[in-house]
């Protein structure tokens, strides 16, 4: 009879606690990623203005150097696009030995943390516009991210974390593979206009210099 009440208990236990976790790790990640995202727009203020500083220092050769200034920064970040959508995401998916759900849990943090890095340079080469007014102006780009951000990326990344939580989520994760697929296409399409801009802006500035 003991026994009994014993293994109930424990078990009762055991489902608590799978609910409780999950929650806690749920809340921890939110908090890591409000305080990522603040410490996120502090760089990209602090960047920002050091650029501005820069070129000020000297007025007659603010656009030179403006124009370098976005050609590295441009160059960051289309190489750092072009590696994480061409090589890092599909070439994980090769790893015979890796579940696929802890390569969607890499997947998820891997995109987020790039996404918070894009961020920054977006905000840099839109406070170099102003000096920058002979090259493709960067909203363009800065829209695309801003589309990734609000819209593909949340859903992506929240349908990647369904395999992640507790019995029961992967089966929504299943029935939404249709619609996912749809979803990954349009982001792709997004991130190669992306990359292919960043890359022309590029050729044009250094045009430019020459």
């Given at each position: 009879?003991?026994?009994?009440?014993?293994?109930?208990?424990?078990?009762?236990?055991?489902?608590?606690?799978?609910?409780?976790?999950?929650?806690?790790?749920?809340?921890?990640?939110?908090?890591?990623?409000q305080k990522?995202?603040?410490?996120?727009?502090?760089?990209?203020?602090?960047?920002?203005?050091?650029?501005?500083?820069?070129?000020?220092?000297?007025?007659?050769?603010?656009?030179?150097?403006?124009?370098?200034?976005?050609?590295?920064?441009?160059?960051?970040?289309?190489?750092?696009?072009?590696?994480?959508?061409?090589?890092?995401?599909?070439?994980?998916?090769?790893?015979?030995?890796?579940?696929?759900?802890?390569?969607?849990?890499?997947?998820r943090h891997?995109f987020t943390?790039?996404?918070?890095?894009?961020?920054?340079?977006?905000?840099?080469?839109?406070?170099?516009?102003?000096?920058?007014?002979?090259?493709?102006?960067?909203?363009?780009?800065?829209?695309?991210?801003?589309?990734?951000?609000?819209?593909?990326?949340?859903?992506?990344?929240?349908?990647?974390?369904?395999?992640?939580?507790?019995?029961?989520?992967?089966?929504?994760?299943?029935?939404?593979?249709?619609?996912?697929?749809?979803?990954?296409?349009?982001?792709?399409?997004?991130?190669?206009?992306?990359?292919?801009?960043?890359?022309?802006?590029?050729?044009?500035?250094?045009?430019?210099?020459?």
């Amino acid at each position: 009879m003991s026994q009994g009440v014993g293994n109930s208990l424990h078990a009762a236990a055991s489902k608590k606690t799978a609910i409780i976790i999950p929650n806690i790790r749920a809340r921890s990640n939110l908090v890591l990623s409000q305080k990522t995202t603040v410490v996120s727009t502090s760089i990209a203020i602090v960047s920002s203005s050091l650029i501005g500083y820069y070129l000020f220092q000297d007025s007659t050769h603010a656009i030179a150097r403006g124009i370098k200034t976005d050609v590295v920064i441009s160059t960051l970040w289309a190489g750092l696009a072009t590696i994480i959508t061409f090589m890092e995401a599909p070439t994980k998916f090769c790893a015979p030995t890796v579940p696929r759900p802890q390569l969607l849990d890499v997947g998820r943090h891997v995109f987020t943390a790039t996404n918070r890095v894009e961020h920054i340079l977006a905000a840099a080469l839109l406070s170099l516009s102003y000096f920058t007014p002979s090259i493709p102006p960067p909203l363009i780009v800065a829209g695309i991210l801003s589309v990734q951000s609000i819209w593909t990326m949340p859903i992506l990344i929240k349908r990647a974390s369904l395999t992640c939580e507790p019995q029961g989520s992967e089966e929504i994760f299943r029935r939404t593979e249709k619609v996912a697929e749809k979803l990954q296409a349009l982001h792709a399409a997004l991130e190669l206009g992306k990359i292919v801009f960043l890359w022309w802006r590029i050729v044009k500035a250094l045009g430019k210099l020459n």
